[in-house]
């Protein structure tokens, strides 16, 4: 481990590792993996994560938009690419680049068909998406014979796969909801399937469902989040590490008397002497406002440091009258302690935030 002395986000990926390893034990050999490194891969870097993702043997990666799935092409990834969002005005790009679109109503498969057959396609890979319940993308059940009909007039493209998404995986208070969905999704397959003369995959688990559901893995599951090292619950979080630590260094310590302020609109007054430390990051790293005021805090030499005033845009001060330590020593902002999760948790937040806030401006360190 080297000792930050800058802003730092190191990525390990002998725990992105041991993250993969723990979700293939836990569903079936022949069901396929889907990676979802959309969004940098949470924050953390798309290209590096993937890469090392292809010698873990994943079968597919998820990307949010065309745009991301190029990246990762650039970036040398070959193993297929869904885009969970794909938008026509991207079509060519996206077929330019092999990727798999994620289909998820009328006018986007009108589009995509009128694409595809323009540059001459055959049996292009594309992905319905069915809304079971979240109410967000997807054809409804009864959209089925209406699809059908279309597909059957083109041979530009092959359906590779019917998924849905739960809306509430994590949540067991919600269990028959989620249920519910995972029956319409077995509806809406049985019905495709007596209509076609091959097999989609199907899929529609998440991280929270790969876990909560072991009935619904179907052909294929979906995991993020468990592979940056979070579960849904304390019990589960046992089998996960996160894989990212958020490091920086004390910049500047302030003695500062009673009755003087600190930071902008003198977010703090001092009702008592008050030590600080100033640390290089702020809202403009992703680390809002609302983690100011005493909410959120950082750890130095494992004591619990709180953010004292209003959080800058490049700078958090915080409170260390009780702590023994020097301008240069390295802070932790999350990782062991606090977690990415206990952090994100003092802004009422959930770690998918947190990380995928981060900003590109913090420097990436890949321990391998
Ligand atoms: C983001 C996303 C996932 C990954 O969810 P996790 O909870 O991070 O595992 C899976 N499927 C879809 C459709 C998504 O948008």
Redesign the pocket.
Known sequence: MLKAQETLLEIDLKALEHNVTYLKSIIDSSTKFMA?V?SYA?GNDAVEIAKHLETLDVDYF?V?YTYEGEQLRTGGITKPILV?HAQSVYFNTLIENCLEPNLYSFKVLKEFITTAEGLNQKQYPIHL?FNTGLNRLGFLESDIPEIITILKNTDAIKVTSL?S?LGA??DLNENEFTLSQINTFKSISETFLEKLSYKPLLHIC???G?INYPEAHFNMV?????MYGFGNSEEENTHFKPITTLKTVISQINHIPKGQSVGYNRGYICDAPLVTATLPLGHADGIGREYGNGKGFVAINEQKAPIVGNTCMDMIMVDITNIDCQEGDEVIVFGDYPTAEEFAATANTIS?ELLTGLSQRIKRIILR
Do not use: D, M, P
């Not at 979906?222 to 468990?226: A, D, E, W």
């Open positions: 979802v959309k949470y998820a949010a969970l998406k998924f998404h995986s994590e998440n991280t929270s790969i979906r995991s993020g989040i468990g998918y």
